[in-house]
T-cell receptor, first 116, second 115 residues
Framework: GDSVTQMEGPVTLSEEAFLTINCTYT??????LFWYVQYPGEGLQLLLK?????DKGSNKGFEATYRKETTSFHLEKGSVQVSDSAVYFC???????????????FGKGTLLTVNP | NAGVTQTPKFRVLKTGQSMTLLCAQD?????MYWYRQDPGMGLRLIHY???????AKGEVPDGYNVSRLKKQNFLLGLESAAPSQTSVYFC??????????????FGPGTRLTVL
């Protein structure tokens, strides 16, 4: 079945540091890939997405590239801010037929804390 | 637009009590979902619906029931609450299937404690 593995947290960085959160996946089909972010006390919201190999999703300074050869979708940001402190979830959804594309499969989440 | 709303925000139950969580969306979305979030477990899908009048089981459906009588509402019921159901519950909706790269919109969550 489909699965997502992301790096264990928590991750603590100083403001303006470079961020990488690793995400690898296993999928039976050809999935769409997502990063969701959860700020304290809130629900999840979409950060970025990619739908095919070599696509780069980007938003708010965050980027992730769909790497089919390494089955990865690592999240990066060049200079983090205190306001980026949140839990980040990598997720996938199979684009196959047969009803499997209804579902998002999430990683366990990575807590990021950015200190001033 | 309010987006996805959930009521209540917090609830404490005793073992064996029942309750219903209400989710409402005003985006005319076809798909709706109920997840639970537990520490170190990520989000796990309880039940989902692909349209008014339809429901289906997700990964962890035991102990829960759902109904989607109106397109905008998705109810999650606990008939006899157990301490293992202590969790944060999130409702989500999407216009179409996430496999087609459609975004899921999440509500703010309901924190449920079962004593």
């Amino acid at each position: 079945g489909d699965s997502v593995t992301q790096m264990e947290g928590p991750v603590t960085l100083s403001e303006e540091a470079f961020l990488t959160i690793n995400c690898t996946y296993t999928a039976t089909g050809y999935p769409s890939l997502f990063w969701y972010v959860q700020y304290p006390g809130e629900g999840l919201q979409l950060l970025l997405k990619a739908t095919k190999a070599d696509d780069k999703g980007s938003n708010k300074g965050f980027e992730a590239t769909y790497r089919k050869e390494t089955t990865s979708f690592h999240l990066e940001k060049g200079s983090v801010q205190v306001s980026d402190s949140a839990v980040y979830f990598c997720a996938l959804s199979d684009r196959g037929s047969g009803g499997s594309n209804y579902k998002l499969t999430f990683g366990k989440g990575t807590l990021l804390t950015v200190n001033p | 637009n309010a987006g996805v709303t959930q009521t209540p925000k917090f609830r404490v139950l005793k073992t064996g009590q029942s309750m219903t969580l209400l989710c409402a969306q005003d985006m005319n979305h076809e798909y709706m979902y109920w997840y639970r979030q537990d520490p170190g477990m990520g989000l796990r899908l309880i039940h989902y619906s692909v349209g008014e009048g339809t429901t289906a089981k997700g990964e962890v459906p035991d102990g829960y029931n759902v109904s989607r009588l109106k397109k905008q509402n998705f109810l999650l019921g606990l008939e006899s609450a157990a301490p293992s159901q202590t969790s944060v519950y999130f409702c989500a909706s999407s216009y179409q299937a996430p496999g087609l790269a459609y975004e899921q919109f999440f509500g703010p969550g309901t924190r449920l404690t079962v004593l």
